[in-house]
């Protein structure tokens, strides 16, 4: 049988689908949840692994126009496709050397991390004599990136740092917003607070929460949210009732079934065996596609709403299910990885990890399905 190229898709082994309606959906819900309902829009990673390109289009159709990548070469690629002057694109990761003209000629704002790179953009904009935007970010209590509280003493005390410079927007980033009770939320909080009345006026304004600091309620709101998991359906609230709507559903055929018998063993090392006649069934995705080795005899998938237990290790392209439960099942047969039955959320717990891990792992070989442009 030869399959046309575009039929490949539908009948693919590995089918990814992604929801961008859903995205859509996710950002308007997390901005309807700050009493000023402006979001940021996250991106970096590929948009968390769904496509940075489609996913900043259909946001910047939703009306975002404010978005967030972690390198400058994402940010160009998606410059490229979101070419309009009233969209921002920001660059957490800092301005590093040589940086400035691809900046200034893509209309990118870099996010000054510290008092050198506030010098190094101050400098610029001086010799180019005209005054660029750019982020400046402080660090409240991640300790990552941004303006140690020292730093930030000094530009309070010393303004005309910012001299030549349009300071567009102020950030911070939350260590622990998806815990409610950690002490260290208002801490961040009011360190923010702090520095946004200290410092002048961002023209664009200021902002501290991600996706679950904006579920911390209007103290953490500022001016904007900057969310990405969650648009992406991811669950901002762990341990309550996720308010996103699911996005990705991934999808495999089935290659091969096989009958073993009790005593036989299945996949490298031997890891699992049979305790009674079984079924064995194998699927076209593996650790080289961000199915994570983790899931090793402790993953699921699930047919018609069952669960099908991973047996054995997952290989690199390869996972082997016990599907005693369907005896009858054949290949061509699709069971569902991720999707309604198991989300992002629920395979990450299996796996050991967070959700944010499975979505930017989610592998290139797949057959990407979007829908609801
Ligand atoms: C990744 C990131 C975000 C988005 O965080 P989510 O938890 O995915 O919403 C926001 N701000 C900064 C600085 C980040 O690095």
């Known amino acids: 049988m030869i399959i046309d190229p575009l039929d490949a898709m539908t009948t693919a082994p590995t089918r990814l689908e992604i929801n961008l309606a859903a995205i859509a959906a996710n950002w308007r ?78 209309r990118i704002l870099p996010v000054l991390n510290d008092l050198g790179q506030i010098e190094v953009w101050a400098d610029f904009c001086r010799r180019q004599g005209i005054a660029l ?34 300071f567009r927007y102020l950030l911070s980033h939350m260590a622990a917003g998806d815990d409610p009770a950690h002490a260290l939320n208002m801490v961040q909080r009011d360190a923010f607070a702090a520095a946004c009345s200290a410092l002048p006026r961002p023209s664009g304004g200021t902002m501290l929460a991600a996706s ?9 709101a500022f001016d904007w949210v900057r969310p990405g998991y969650a648009l992406y359906g991811g669950n901002p609230v762990p341990g309550r009732p ?5 996005v990705v559903r ?8 096989r009958r073993i018998t009790r005593g036989d063993t299945v996949g490298y090392g031997a890891t699992w065996t049979a305790e009674k006649p079984s079924h064995i069934a194998t699927i076209a995705l593996g650790y080289a596609d961000g199915y994570l080795r983790s899931l090793s005899s402790r993953g699921v998938v699930h047919l018609d709403g069952t669960p099908i237990p991973v047996v054995g290790r997952v290989s690199m392209d390869l996972v082997t299910l016990d599907i005693s439960a369907f005896p009858d099942s054949s290949p061509g047969l699709e069971v569902e990885v991720i999707g309604p039955h198991q989300g992002v959320d629920a395979v990450a717990e299996k796996a050991g990890t967070i959700g944010y891990e499975i979505l930017t792992g989610l592998g290139a070989r797949y057959a990407r399905i979007y829908s609801g442009e």
Do not use: W
């Not at 996720?242 to 699911?246: A, D, E, G, I, Y």
């Open 212 to 220: 679950s600091g904006a579920f911390l309620g209007p103290d953490y």
């Open 242 to 246: 996720n308010p996103m709507t699911p």
């Open 133 to 166: 935007p750019a982020c400046i970010q402080i660090d409240t209590g991640m300790r990552r990136l941004g303006l140690p509280p020292y730093e930030v003493e000094t530009l309070r005390d010393e303004t005309s740092r910012l001299a030549g410079i349009e």
């Open 250 to 257: 991934l999808a495999a055929r089935i290659l091969q079934t």
């Open 29 to 106: 819900r997390v901005a309807s949840e700050t009493p000023h309902g402006r979001a940021a829009a996250v991106v970096k990673a590929d948009g968390y692994g769904c496509g940075a390109v489609p996913v900043g289009q259909t946001l910047y159709g939703a009306g975002a126009r404010l978005f967030f990548t972690a390198h400058l070469s994402e940010a160009l690629a998606l410059r490229q496709a979101l070419p309009q002057p009233d969209a921002e694109i920001g660059v957490f990761n800092g301005l590093l050397p040589g940086e400035a003209e691809s900046y200034r000629a893509h």
